[in-house]
């Protein structure tokens, strides 16, 4: 069973950074594409990052000030996000599904629970 637990979320000045974690497990670790969901009151979710085998994708909003990447050891998926501004309050979700042909742009079946990020002003 695919499993995901966020971690690293908390509230932040605005230019300042947050690393989110998403601890992985249920599955062999390079067989799913991961990506970071963010999902705020009244607004539309957002797919704010993604990695897999076919590669990367950031979302405009957040290009040049996020990074996604991952440690394979530690089986854990991360969020660098620096810059923080007020408009990236969320919820923000680790995500999952299976390689395939569609890389970042497949259907993410599987969700952590959630880990909220407030960036104050």
């Known amino acids: 069973e695919v499993r995901l637990v966020e971690s690293g979320g908390g509230l932040v000045q605005v230019g300042g950074s947050l690393r989110l974690s998403c601890a992985a497990s249920?599955?062999?670790?390079?067989?799913?594409?991961i990506s970071w969901f963010r999902q705020a009151p009244g607004k539309e979710g957002e797919k704010v990052s993604c990695?897999?085998?076919?590669?990367?994708y950031y979302g405009e909003s957040v290009k040049g000030r996020f990074t996604i990447s991952t440690d394979s050891a530690k089986r854990t998926i991360y969020l660098q996000m620096d810059s923080l501004k007020p408009e990236d309050t969320a919820v923000y979700y680790c995500?999952?599904?299976?390689?395939?042909?569609?890389?970042?742009?497949?259907?993410?079946?599987?969700w952590g629970q959630g880990t909220q990020v407030t960036v104050s002003s």
């Open positions: 995500t999952a599904a299976a390689e395939s042909a569609y890389g970042c742009f497949a259907r993410f079946d599987y």
């Open positions: 990695i897999s085998n076919s590669g990367t």
């Open positions: 249920g599955y062999t670790f390079d067989e799913y594409a």
